[in-house]
T-cell receptor, first 110, second 116 residues
């Protein structure tokens, strides 16, 4: 089983839609969680952290469910510019590396 | 100024050749990494260095040899290239080795290696 698993998609949504991605992780001792965004043929960039209490940044909301070992990302009022691959990232207990999921592709269409 | 820069951006070469990718960061970070992103877009860590010291070596073949002449540079040399080495190689840096709090890596733009 992969350490971090995501639905690869693609999720094709119209502008203005709300879309949600989930990600599951296998190591219950994992301690930190993040979402990264990667545009086509570009490098990944940090989108937001995921806290136990949830985290909201504008149209983006990230949540963590430790009991079920999954994290989620909700995007409201999707924009064309949100089209990208969203990477779920987990830091294991030793904290020395980031473990990336394979990403979920989002395509927002007009 | 580019924070993390790597060269070359594209590299096309024959099987069996030896090639190098260079990486430099001007962020003053202590830790640098090499990640490999394969055709399925899976981004996997290969190496990490902290203040020129090798910290992580993730079951990478011996044909891959990282070198860190100083904490601002981390180069990757690959011997006897194979078809399966074709991928995008990303260099990255972070302020410190343990990233539980920020989780932020700064990536270079990637070096797309194609082995024919």
């Amino acid at each position: 089983r992969k350490e971090v698993e995501q639905d690869p998609g693609p999720f094709n949504v119209p502008e203005g839609a709300t879309v949600a991605f989930n990600c599951t992780y296998s190591n219950s001792a994992s301690q930190s969680f993040f979402w990264y965004r990667q545009d086509c043929r570009k490098e990944p960039k940090l989108l937001m952290s995921v806290y136990s209490s949830g985290n909201e940044d504008g149209r983006f909301t990230a949540q963590l469910n430790r009991a079920s070992q999954y994290i989620s990302l909700l995007i409201r009022d999707s924009k064309l510019s949100d089209s990208a691959t969203y990477l779920c990232v987990v830091i294991p207990l030793d904290g020395n590396k980031l473990v990336f999921g394979a990403g979920t592709i989002l395509r927002v269409k007009s | 100024d580019t924070a993390v820069s790597q060269t070359p951006k594209y590299l096309v070469t024959q099987m069996g050749n030896d090639k190098s990718i260079k990486c430099e960061q001007n962020l003053g970070h202590d830790t640098m990494y090499w990640y490999k992103q394969d055709s399925k877009k899976f981004l996997k860590i290969m190496f990490s260095y902290n203040n020129k010291e090798l910290i992580i070596n993730e079951t990478v073949p011996n044909r891959f040899s990282p070198k860190s002449p100083d904490k601002a540079h981390l180069n990757l040399h690959i011997n006897s290239l194979e078809l399966g080495d074709s991928a995008v190689y990303f260099c990255a840096s972070s302020q410190e080795l343990r990233q539980q709090n920020t989780g932020e890596l700064f990536f270079g733009e990637g070096s797309r290696l194609t082995v024919l």
